[in-house]
């Protein structure tokens, strides 16, 4: 039997994925994973919350443009 990358032994498909490609709940669980695992809380934290913040500025910013086009 072989392993295909015998460095990721254990790990989540998500936790090597693009914060941006996962869904809140997936980011959170990923973040969580990644502590349990050794990573730095305060780094995680940054991160997670960084991405959720450019999804919000997104969305706002979407939405003011929606509204200044029917204006």
């Known amino acids: 039997m072989t392993r295909a990358d015998p ?3 254990g790990r989540h498909p998500e936790d090597d994925m693009p914060l941006a490609e996962l869904d809140a709940r997936a980011r959170a669980d990923a973040a969580l994973r ?8 305060s780094r995680e934290a940054f991160d997670l919350a ?3 913040n450019d999804e919000a500025v997104g969305r706002l910013a979407g939405a ?4 200044l086009r029917r204006h």
């Open 64 to 67: 003011v443009r929606r509204w």
């Open 50 to 52: 960084n991405t959720m």
């Open 7 to 9: 460095g990721t032994e």
């Open 34 to 41: 990644r502590i349990r695992a050794g990573s730095d809380p």
